[in-house]
């Protein structure tokens, strides 16, 4: 049977829960309009450069410049400031959140990937598919590679035999001349000058 104090904890409990509820609901109200806010604002400043800027694009250059005061010139150019200052600070939030995307997506596919063992399988029937297209591939490369080597050096092979047959043949050619001429030229020459030399004494 329950008792008064288990029934006051219980009270108190059902009231602690109802005021936390309470301030979370309270807090997350006040946060959606706090953006809301922001985004209100941001929005109508945008509105407004692009109003000031439609209005002294569509005047006359001059009609505009008289018109333009000091105080003009310095909302503009505290206008093209905070221009400047909202795209210096979106561009490196916008790259942060393009490489966070990239990250996730490869981490993803990776996880569906290998979720379940038909596809990690399926993955490295794929891998050994491309490493052995991989080896044909060098293989056929160090054949092709191989062969033109080979047909290179049988040409190079054959042009040295060809010049040293060559060179044999006029060996032999001078070699054959040179027998022809002392043994035909020499004792002519030798009777020549043994007749010159008689005839001089």
Do not use: C, W
């Not at 008289?66 to 561009?91: C, K, M, N, W």
């Not at 092709?144 to 043949?169: A, H, M, P, Y």
């Not at 043994?183 to 043994?194: G, I, T």
């Amino acid at each position: 049977m329950p008792t008064a104090n288990t029934s006051r904890s219980g009270a108190k409990g059902a009231a602690k829960a109802a005021r936390k509820t309470s301030t979370t609901r309270r807090a997350a109200t006040g946060a959606r309009k706090r953006r809301t806010k922001v985004k209100a604002t941001g929005a109508k400043a945008r509105r407004t450069r692009a109003l000031r800027h439609a209005a002294s694009a569509s005047r006359p250059a001059s009609a505009s410049r008289p018109a333009q005061s000091t105080t003009g010139a310095s909302e503009l150019s505290v206008a093209a400031f905070g221009d400047y200052a909202e795209r210096a600070l979106l561009i490196p939030v916008g790259a942060a959140l393009i490489a966070r995307d990239r990250v996730l997506s490869s981490v993803n596919d990776t996880i569906s990937n290998y979720s379940t063992s038909a596809r990690a399988q399926a993955q490295l029937r794929r891998f050994e598919r491309r490493g052995a297209t991989a080896r044909n591939r060098l293989e056929r490369e160090v054949r092709k590679t191989r062969i033109r080597f080979e047909r290179e050096l049988r040409q190079r092979r054959r042009r040295v035999e060809k010049g040293v047959g060559n060179l044999e043949r006029r060996r032999d050619t001078v070699a054959k001349n040179g027998s022809n001429f002392a043994n035909r030229r020499v004792p002519e020459l030798a009777s020549a000058v043994q007749e010159r030399i008689l005839s001089l004494v």
